[in-house]
């Protein structure tokens, strides 16, 4: 019998506690799982060690004796963070082992140094439980739905914003406890804010968006809205007329037909939206996390599931452990030869200037409450040509009313210029909140 694939292990935490978890309990799960082993395991602080039973000898606080390890073939990075976490895993693939890793902030700005990298050492880098945590969502953009021309891809994909917006959405529920008890069950960053700032959900979308559409885009670029600054009263106004506000990551292709070798334009953003009651992302709650992918000629496909915490990203990372370990007991590695698996770009993609997106926008404004207002601003937008779907008076105070628009899709340039011209007007004291819809 052929000797069982030894796994590094970069970080014990909440995912690496998962992870070795399922490795060292095999029984009833599919047999490569006995067939892969912790050789080695990493932390920085190895008296953190939570209630597992891992031999003293497998520890180490230096997780450069990891990668370098000669019994370890595929290096399992989930320490989080930038670096070291990018010169691990490159010097990882440089020493011939593959990689399984669930950082997206590392992917989404060093994929290609990182894919490259692995091509030219003939090993794998599989990222599953980087986007979506449980969910299955990188190998069906890269393989399942290859045959297809993807148009738009519509994620919930961050399990604690999702998880404090259905609390204080459903239960009234405190900002600042509720992320605390996201802390506690595993689900936020190292650092939440880049949770709630949406920084997470636009690592995420930067990934999906390089999958669905061949090429990647400047991570640094993607205009991006969290949920620290959402006001309940946006959510409650945005209830009563209908509507769900979720923080949705949202990649879309903007040309249909593109002349060879052009570059493809793309609307990608990461920002709380709007979305009608009855649509299949209003209904995701909690931690779960959902993806709606529209391609052709599929239609529309939805992926859902637990976006976050230690079992479901576990699991996603051991599926693609167990799927680079039965490729090598099958008899080697043939990453340079295997494309979808390896997923390297085709396509050069751009992101197009904000005023050449469409949305709808849900806008509140504070004005004195005084004849003729609504009659005023609806004039402004017409004169932009912003159509309104509707526009409803909210009383805030004896003096004050508070009128929230809901526009037809329109350009954002468009939308800017019209809310530019409405401040001027001496009734009209704030543009309180400016979110999308869909
Ligand atoms: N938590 C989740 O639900 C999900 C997390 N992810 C991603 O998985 C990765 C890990 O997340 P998570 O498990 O939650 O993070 P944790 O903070 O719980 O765990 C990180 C682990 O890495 C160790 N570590 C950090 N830096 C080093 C270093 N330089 N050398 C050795 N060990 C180090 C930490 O050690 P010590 O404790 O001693 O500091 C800790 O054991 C991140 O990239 C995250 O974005 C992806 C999907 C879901
Ligand atoms: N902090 C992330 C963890 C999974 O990617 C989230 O909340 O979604």
Redesign the pocket.
Same mark, same amino acid.
């Given at each position: 019998m052929t000797k069982n694939i030894g796994i590094g292990l970069?970080?014990?935490? &909440?995912?690496? &506690?998962?992870v070795a978890q399922i490795i060292n309990s095999p029984e009833g799960r599919h047999p490569l799982t006995s067939r892969v082993e912790l050789k080695r395991i990493?932390?920085?602080?190895?008296k $953190?060690i939570r209630a597992l039973s891992i031999p003293n000898k497998l520890i180490t606080?230096?997780?450069w004796e990891v990668v370098e390890d000669p019994d370890v073939e595929i290096v399992v990075?989930?320490?989080?963070?930038l670096e070291?976490?990018r010169s691990?895993i490159l010097k990882a693939i440089k020493s011939g082992k593959s990689v399984v &890793?669930?950082? $997206?902030?590392?992917i989404a700005r060093h994929g290609e140094e990182i894919a490259e990298a692995a091509i030219s050492s003939g090993v794998y880098v599989l990222i599953e439980? @980087?986007?979506g945590?449980g969910i299955p969502i990188i190998e069906p953009l890269k393989q399942s739905l290859g045959g297809n021309i993807i148009q738009k891809v519509t994620g919930i994909v961050n399990?604690t914003t999702n998880y404090i917006l259905t609390r204080m959405a459903k239960e009234g529920a405190d900002y600042e406890a509720v992320l605390k008890e996201a802390q506690s069950l595993?689900? @936020?960053?190292?650092d939440p804010m880049?949770d709630v700032e949406g920084l997470?959900a636009a690592d995420k979308i930067s990934i999906l968006s390089n999958l669905a559409f061949g090429g990647p885009i400047k991570r640094a670029s993607v205009p991006t809205k969290g949920i620290s600054t959402l006001q309940n009263r946006d959510v409650d106004y945005a209830n009563q007329l209908g509507y769900e506000v979720k923080l949705l990551a949202i990649a879309e292709r903007l040309a249909s037909n593109l002349e060879n070798n052009s570059s493809l334009p793309l609307a990608v953003r990461v920002e709380p939206t709007l979305l009608p009651t009855g649509h299949p992302l209003a209904e995701v709650n909690g931690v779960n996390n959902a993806i709606l992918v529209e391609g052709d000629p599929i239609g529309e496909v939805m992926f859902y599931g637990p976006?976050?915490?230690?079992g479901? &990203?576990a699991s996603?990372v051991v599926a693609d452990i167990l799927n680079i370990a039965g490729i090598k007991l099958m008899g080697g590695e043939k990453t340079s030869l295997d494309p979808l698996l390896s997923a390297s770009s085709w396509r050069e993609c751009h992101l197009a200037k904000p005023k050449e997106i469409l949305q709808k926008n849900y806008v509140r404004l504070i004005a004195k409450d005084a004849p003729g207002v609504i009659g005023q601003i609806g004039k402004i937008f017409g004169s932009h040509n912003v159509s309104i779907q509707s526009i409803v008076q909210f009383d805030a105070s004896e003096e004050d009313a508070e009128i929230v628009v809901i526009t037809h899709k329109v350009f954002k340039g468009l939308l800017t210029d019209s809310l530019s011209e409405i401040q001027q007007l001496p009734e009209i004291k704030q543009i309180a909140a400016h979110l999308s819809c869909l």
């Open positions: 970069l970080g014990l935490g &909440t995912v690496g &506690t998962g990493a932390l920085r602080d190895s $953190k606080e230096d997780a990075e989930v320490i989080g963070g070291p976490a691990l &890793t669930a950082n $997206k902030a590392v439980a @980087a986007v945590g399990g595993g689900y @936020a960053e190292s880049a997470d976006g976050a915490g230690a479901p &990203t996603a």
